[in-house]
């Protein structure tokens, strides 16, 4: 059985990722720093609920040795918490912001490789955006003042390429899930429902073997640093 472990998943991309994903026989672990919601949806999909804030080093610690000690090992880790801001943007607003989505990053992949070095077939997944593309971002058309949530974005992207260089045996794949309608993009209008974004995160989450590194992707294929 594949050991899944997602961040961020009480509710959004992140829930219908792990609902997909148990139904595929994934055995899921929904880490989620409010422990009501993610009991929850632990309860609700047939998964797994390991408290965990991406910003505290020690929740971080703890969620990654509960699941050693039940499991030994993690297969796939799927990077899907995440914060976006509005603005005014100031400096408290900002460090929050790039603590959520990129600090967060390092604090879980590596208390995460040694469990993931003991995997067949190591996978880790980090939703991006392109909205941390430097080529979407400066073509005229995109139309979104998101400086610090790009930027934060760009920075997990980065991180995904640089983990994807120094470990061999490990897959890191950063990917754009496609605008969806959750609680984080509420300041937007529309966008589709978070089953059809977690489509294409399971789809870089259930690799093969052989599957690519060090990618950032879309639906429709390679995006543009």
């Known amino acids: 059985m594949t050991i899944t472990l997602i961040t961020g998943a009480g509710r959004g991309i992140g829930h219908e990722t792990a609902r997909q994903l148990v139904a595929l026989g994934h055995d899921v672990w929904i880490g989620a720093r409010d422990a009501g919601r993610g009991q929850t949806a632990a309860q609700e999909l047939g998964a797994r609920f390991v408290p965990l804030d991406v910003t505290d080093d020690a929740s971080v610690a703890a969620a990654l040795a509960t699941i050693d000690q039940a499991q030994g090992r993690l297969d796939v880790l799927v990077h899907n918490a995440g914060v976006q801001e509005f603005g005014p943007f100031d400096g408290p607003s900002a460090l929050r912001t790039f603590d959520v989505n990129a600090v967060g990053i390092v604090r879980v992949t590596e208390a995460a490789l040694p469990l993931l070095r003991r995997s067949q077939n190591p996978n880790v997944v980090t939703v991006s955006s392109a909205a941390g593309s430097f080529g979407v971002t400066t073509d005229p058309g995109f139309p979104l003042r998101i400086p610090v949530y790009g930027a934060s974005k760009a920075a997990a992207t980065m991180l995904t390429v640089q983990y994807a260089k120094f470990e061999k045996?490990?897959?890191?794949?950063?990917?754009?899930?496609?605008?969806?309608?959750?609680?984080?993009?509420?300041?937007?209008?529309?966008?589709?429902?978070?089953r059809e974004s977690a489509a294409v995160v399971v789809g870089l989450a259930t690799l093969g073997v052989d599957g690519p590194t060090g990618t950032f992707t879309d639906e429709n294929g390679t995006l543009p640093w």
């Open 169 to 194: 045996g490990i897959k890191f794949n950063a990917v754009e899930p496609g605008f969806t309608a959750t609680d984080m993009t509420a300041g937007f209008e529309g966008g589709r429902p978070a």
